[in-house]
């Protein structure tokens, strides 16, 4: 839901304030009701910040894609890619972000092999991993798997192996892909342009929802 993004980052304002506890005039209690807000809501900022800068600020450095595209790293991770903190540097990465509120999305992976790890981490904007694809968690099959937000109801449709459900409406899925070594980053490739994300109505051949409201999105300021 959008709700919680507004809440996380009213509540990391209020937390520039400084507080001493009862010293400073303020109740007892003071203290630990910062750190509670802290746990609460700083987390959730943080991953806002990176959906900010990853699927809606087209201007920034970091930019991927909008809502609902899926994007490859076509190479590893380097020192300018500095939206996550500390990504992998032997890894390429896809990323996801989804826009769960009209309909869920269908992610499909094509069959990897047996040798080779790979996982599709879902992760929701309270930062709670939901669910995870790959070879741990479901196989190397080739399989299709649908992203629901917390509102959606229904049968898991024909053809999908698995429905997960977000807890908010936004969430995201970090593919991980294994590299063996330098030369193996074509083969990564291949199986990136394997992996496909579209809306589950795109996917049944169906008729589309009605389009969800646009969203005046806070902004985010890098300057510190």
Same mark, same amino acid.
């Given at each position: ?60 450095? @970091?930019?991927?894609?909008? =809502?609902? &595209? ?6 590893? %991770?380097? *020192? !300018? +890619? $500095?939206?996550? #903190? ?78 997960? @459900?977000?807890?908010?409406? =936004?969430? &995201? ?6 590299? %063996?070594? *330098? !030369? +193996? $980053?074509?083969? #990564? ?36």
């Amino acid at each position: 839901m959008f709700k919680p993004f507004v809440t996380g980052i009213a509540i990391a304002s209020l937390l520039l304030v400084p507080v001493s506890g009862s010293a400073a005039g303020q109740p007892a209690d003071t203290a630990a009701i910062a750190e509670e807000a802290t746990v609460y809501g700083l987390p959730m900022v943080d991953l806002y910040k990176l959906m900010y800068d990853q699927a809606i600020d087209t201007g920034n450095s @970091q930019f991927k894609a909008p =809502f609902n &595209t899926l994007h490859n790293e076509s190479n590893v %991770f380097t *020192p !300018a +890619d $500095i939206s996550i #903190v500390t990504p992998n540097s032997d890894t390429p990465y896809s990323e996801l972000w989804m826009d769960l509120r009209a309909e869920p999305v269908v992610l499909c992976v094509p069959e990897i092999d047996k040798d080779r790890y790979y996982s599709v981490m879902l992760t929701s904007l309270y930062t709670f991993n939901f669910g995870y694809i790959g070879s741990r968690a479901t196989g190397n099959d080739a399989a299709c798997y649908a992203v629901a937000g917390p509102d959606w109801k229904g049968e898991t449709p024909k053809g999908i192996a698995k429905v997960f @459900q977000s807890e908010t409406e =936004f969430a &995201t899925a970090l593919y991980r892909t294994q590299l %063996f070594n *330098p !030369a +193996d $980053i074509d083969n #990564v490739r291949k199986i990136q342009a394997g992996y496909t994300a579209e809306p589950l109505s795109a996917y049944l051949d169906a008729p589309a929802p009605a389009a969800p409201p646009a969203i005046d999105w806070p902004k985010i300021d890098d300057a510190s």
